[in-house]
């Protein structure tokens, strides 16, 4: 699973962790783009929401082509911020083909993109 973010209550981490959680599936969830020195804020947020310790990594910053790999073996991409910044995760993700799962309200989660959902 791969989150993107930071520990910043826009982000909404802590609803992405805790849709991770919901889903059952015992898969490691990377954390890309958190802000230098905000690596234990975001694991904080993730025992929160009950994901085990170790099940969650954070990365500070990739290089283009470190990112390409990671979108292009993740399950699926978790997006719960409702900031309207132009979503390029969310672009490069769909062009890559990993699905993806929106919040675009309280309470409700979307998915988009077939990609390779069930593959791992």
């Known amino acids: 699973m ?4 930071s520990s ?3 982000a909404r981490l802590g609803n ?4 991770v959680a919901r889903g059952g599936a015992d898969l490691p969830v990377l ?3 958190v802000p230098g020195g905000d690596e234990s804020a975001v694991l904080d ?3 929160a929401a009950e994901l085990s310790e170790g099940r969650v990594h954070v990365c500070v910053a990739l290089e283009d082509v470190d990112r390409a790999a990671v979108l ?11 900031r309207t910044a132009f979503p390029w ?3 490069e ?9 929106l919040r675009t309200a309280r309470h409700i989660w979307r998915s988009y993109g077939t990609g390779r959902a069930g593959r791992h």
């Open 93 to 101: 993700a769909l062009e890559i083909g990993v699905p993806m799962l």
């Open 72 to 82: 292009g073996g993740a399950v699926a991409f978790v997006a719960s911020s409702p």
């Open 31 to 33: 954390v890309i783009h």
């Open 16 to 19: 992405a962790f805790a849709a």
């Open 45 to 47: 947020l993730a025992g």
């Open 89 to 91: 995760r969310f672009v």
């Open 2 to 5: 791969l989150v993107s973010g």
């Open 8 to 10: 910043a209550p826009s």
